[in-house]
């Protein structure tokens, strides 16, 4: 029987919908701002998929592992870390060496790509990890694309071995990221199991004369369609494609923030949440344009936390355009959308239009969470 050491972080994710951009040294901001705690959740839906698995746990104590084992009805897990009231990445290290020292196999772990650091300075490539993704930022290769995808990957292992690959471990500075710079650092290769669809990539920049090309074209056909539609309200995703938008407009975005145009004008800036709800709270249309990351094939889900269900469901999943350079979506093979709601993911189908170009779009195919592609 394989030996899980299971781990949480549980101040994961919470900087993301109030538009913080990570919670990296900002947990009380955040709470301030109204945000609320999210790892235990999502690792929940991870640990129900795998409650009849033959596994063994070993975890940390109260909001770290055990709470969501119990509240799942897994027994004879071992906890053999006990958490302290305030949690640091001290702790996360700690708890991953005392995995390590009670035999566990794998660590499955719920956060982001600062929680997959902490681990990799402990365990380095000597057994997998695999996450469940729960933080504002995950570019690192180690996660899965959701919750119900991680718990796939463990159940194809629990008869026999998984393919293991090398996975780049990211992280990005938040501080630079939350100032418009985005400053991602490769810290190592840690060994992860891999089934096709169902774990992500890291994430990669193209730049090169033809790919600021295409983000010309497409801005300046998404312009035309913005100026050509002043009733309705644009929100505007991060990125230096959608960033190629605003430029064929005139107006100065946020790089890395979510931005509100109407009539070709500059209505609103960084929205978090409640900001894009505020918007949206009238009777006029909405269109939300995003961008994909690149090899990676994220549309919603990393670093789009601001986007909640909620507003998704206002805006409404027909009024969403997708962009992307067509060198991009050549280097990525499966796109995919981890909203945090499982109903709103599926509603999105099986393929995706996306636009690549001047009046050019392409099809391409959504993965599945439970059947690998």
Same mark, same amino acid.
């Given at each position: ?27 009380? =901001? ?18 129900? =998929?795998?409650?009849?698995? $033959? ?11 055990? *709470? ?10 071992? @906890? ?6 305030? &949690? ?35 365990? &380095? *490539?000597?057994? $997998? ?6 933080? @504002? ?7 899965? @694309?959701? $919750? ?14 998984? $393919?293991?690959? *090398? ?14 710079? !985005? ?11 891999? %089934?096709?669809? !169902? ?11 033809? =790919?600021? %090309? ?73 269109? !939300? ?22 507003? !998704? ?20 093979? %499966?796109?995919?959308? *981890? ?33 690998? %592609?």
């Amino acid at each position: 029987m394989k030996t899980i050491g299971f781990l949480i972080n549980p101040i994961a994710g919470m900087g993301g919908a109030v538009g913080l951009k990570g919670t990296d040294g900002k947990v009380a =901001e955040a709470i301030l701002r109204g945000a609320r705690p999210m790892a235990a959740s999502r690792a929940r839906e991870t640990i129900d =998929e795998l409650r009849d698995a $033959p596994f063994r746990y070993v975890t940390c104590s109260g909001p770290m592992g055990e *709470d969501v084992l119990t509240g799942a009805g897994i027994s004879g897990f071992h @906890v053999v870390y006990r958490t302290p009231p305030v &949690t640091t990445a001290a702790d996360t290290r700690d708890a991953c060496r005392a995995f390590l020292r009670n035999g566990a196999d794998l660590i499955l772990f719920c956060g982001g790509d600062g929680t997959a650091r902490d681990l990799y300075d402990v365990v &380095t *490539d000597t057994i $997998p990890l695999l996450g469940i993704p729960a933080g @504002v930022k995950m570019y690192s290769a180690v996660f899965a @694309v959701n $919750p119900v995808a991680a718990a796939e990957i463990l159940r194809s292992g629990a008869a026999s071995p998984l $393919p293991v690959r *090398d996975a780049e471990v990211m992280d990005v500075d938040e501080e630079a990221y939350r100032h418009g710079e !985005l400053k991602a650092t490769l810290y190592g290769y840690a060994k992860s199991p891999y %089934l096709p669809g !169902l774990v992500q990539g890291a994430k990669q920049v193209f730049e090169d004369q033809d =790919e600021e %090309l295409a983000k010309a074209g497409i801005g300046r056909f998404i312009a035309e369609v913005i100026r050509g539609t002043a009733e309705i309200l644009y929100i505007i995703g991060p990125g230096s494609t959608t960033g190629a938008i605003a430029r064929a407009l005139g107006v100065e975005k946020t790089l890395l923030g979510f931005d509100a145009i109407q009539d070709g004008r500059l209505v609103a800036t960084d929205l978090n949440e409640q900001g894009m709800l505020s918007l949206l709270a009238g009777e006029g249309q909405a269109r !939300l344009v995003i961008s994909i990351i690149g090899a990676q094939g994220s549309v919603l889900g990393r670093g789009t936390q601001q986007v909640s269900p909620c507003v !998704l469901r206002k805006i409404g999943i027909g009024n969403i355009i997708v962009v992307a350079t067509p060198h991009k979506l050549a280097e990525t093979p %499966l796109l995919f959308m *981890d909203t945090g709601d499982r109903e709103l993911d599926a509603a999105f189908g099986e393929y995706l239009s996306v636009i690549s170009g001047y009046h050019i779009a392409q099809r391409k195919k959504i993965g599945s969470e439970t059947v690998p %592609l």
